[in-house]
């Protein structure tokens, strides 16, 4: 029986210590282990994963549990895009013509033969003011000798083929958010809408909206928002369609906050973009005699969004005659503003961009595929640690497992374009989406964290690499800590997760 006994115990003991081997005897793991049996962890959904640069693992918390990561899905989107196109990739935008030009007169349309750019217009560091683009253009049309177009400046935004912009797995909350605009072969202001946004003077009432840029006169608003009693919450959020020039300002907005820019999503940035330059052109003497236009989803050339004015199927674009290209900035440049700022139209760009790189058409199915098909020739399997379905992050549709991000991240720093990668992540402290994060940190320590966040409801996910006081990269830990359904606030949860990766920086 005594012997019978001790077999249990050992194999009880043998049961314990397998479940048990995997996890690291480190002090950043007995101190997370801790954080994690609290609340608002506790409750929660938690996978962190820290690796030394040896290959050893530092902390294991469920590294293989597939979360939500929110913008994290940058990391992917902006490293496959530095490693498929490399960090001198630049969009090319086209100036052409139909018709033929006789004594300085274009005899025909002038199309803005648009491929991709993101940064056309935008209030990005990396773009070029959009005034000296449009100058730019019009120095080709004066080197042609054209002094006047008979026909329609129109902006051809054909160059990505999906039939809508924005992606099928975001929620509706989303869409109509600048932050939630989708990419064009051709775009202006990165497809923004801004609208000034004031209280009315009593409760009940409409709040004040008035459009401020771009000018889009052909737009229609109804505002079916009111104004809320004091200390309520803002709840504003703005509705529109791709199928007509409306949109909608619904929601409450309280009687006593001051007036603020509420930044939504333009559904026409190619035909706003042709509308700006006509403006241009006309200002320094070029007379452009039928206005402006674009091409729409079915190939049509349009003057109004009302589908009232449709002049039959645009010219194939091989037909057209170019008379020159602008370039936008380094990728290395866009691919910074993307993880610095969390720039979800930048990101949702670049993942068509690989798309059409691989010559693939550009909806949102093959760009899934593609991104897939690019991670399995680095190296790196998808198979149930994986599933990425935009380029930004916005759609709760992707499940990443910080292990696959670790994996992903170490990946990178043996790539010929790893400094480019690396130069392109946050710091805290400093300018971008971590600027305020670690506040009573001194910046010593901050310099050592090269990381992207990404958050929305109930997710919070921090990934990157952690490099020693001496700067020296080659003892970096490469880590990913993944928090998600926590419902407390960001106030509580910040410090929360600051304390985890100020214990995984305490192991180099």
Not at 167 to 173: E, I, S, V
Not at 294 to 306: A, F, I, M
Not at 346 to 370: I, N, S, Y
Not at 468 to 496: E, H, K, Q
Request: aromatic content about 10%.
């Amino acid at each position: 029986m005594r012997k019978r006994i001790s077999l249990i115990t050992v194999a009880l003991l043998l049961i314990a210590w397998s479940a048990t081997a995997g996890i690291p005897r480190t002090e950043a793991q007995r101190a997370i282990d801790a954080i994690c049996a609290r609340e608002p962890l506790r409750s929660a959904l938690v996978g962190v994963l820290a690796v030394g640069a040896d290959g050893d693992t530092l902390v294991s918390v469920r590294p293989d549990i597939k979360l939500v990561p929110a913008s994290n899905v940058k990391l992917l989107t902006t490293g496959m895009a530095l490693h498929k196109l490399g960090p001198e990739f630049r969009f090319e935008t086209r100036l052409a013509y139909s018709g033929s030009i006789v004594d300085g007169k274009l005899k025909g349309d002038l199309y803005i033969l648009g491929g991709g750019d993101p940064t056309t217009g935008s209030r990005a560091d990396c773009a070029t003011p959009v005034n000296d683009t449009f100058a730019a253009w019009m120095k080709m049309l004066r080197d042609a000798g054209i002094t006047c177009i008979e026909g329609r400046v129109i902006g051809d935004p054909r160059f990505f083929s999906e039939a809508t912009s924005q992606n099928l797995g975001w929620t509706l909350d989303d869409l109509g958010a600048n932050y939630g605009a989708g990419p064009l072969g051709l775009n202006f202001f990165e497809n923004a809408q801004l609208f000034y946004i004031s209280p009315a003077s009593s409760v009940g009432a409409a709040p004040n909206v008035s459009p401020r840029y771009p000018d889009t006169p052909w737009m229609k608003y109804a505002v079916h928002a009111v104004t809320g009693k004091a200390r309520t919450a803002n709840t504003l959020y703005y509705v529109s369609t791709v199928f007509g020039p409306f949109g909608q300002v619904a929601g409450s907005f309280p009687i006593d906050r001051r007036g603020y820019t509420l930044e939504c999503h333009n559904a026409f940035g190619a035909y706003t973009c042709a509308s700006y330059f006509h403006t241009f052109l006309q200002a320094h003497g070029i007379v452009v005699k039928e206005g402006f236009g674009d091409v729409n989803r079915s190939g049509e050339v349009r003057t109004d969004l009302h589908f009232e004015d449709v002049r039959g199927r645009a010219p194939v674009v091989d037909s057209l005659s170019v008379l020159g290209s602008t370039w936008s900035a380094p990728l290395s440049e866009i691919v910074t503003e993307t993880n610095c700022q969390s720039n979800n139209f930048f990101a949702e760009t670049l993942l068509r961009m690989l798309a059409k790189q691989a010559g693939r058409p550009t909806d949102h199915e093959e760009c899934q595929d593609v991104a897939e098909t690019v991670l399995h020739a680095m190296g790196l399997r998808t198979d149930n640690t994986c599933q990425q379905f935009d380029g930004s992050g916005l759609s709760r549709k992707n499940y990443v497992a910080p292990a696959f991000f670790v994996r992903f991240l170490r990946k990178m720093t043996t790539l010929p374009v790893w400094d480019a990668y690396l130069a392109s992540l946050p710091v805290p402290g400093k300018e971008g989406t971590l600027e305020y994060s670690f506040r009573d940190a001194p910046q010593e320590f901050k310099d050592r964290i090269h990381m992207k966040s990404g958050s929305m409801n109930g997710v919070r996910c921090y990934s990157g690499y952690i490099f020693p006081a001496d700067g020296d990269a080659s003892r970096a830990i490469t880590f990913s800590l993944m928090l998600n359904n926590c419902t407390a606030s960001s106030y509580v949860v910040s410090p929360i997760l600051e304390e985890i990766l100020g214990a995984i920086a305490a192991e180099n």
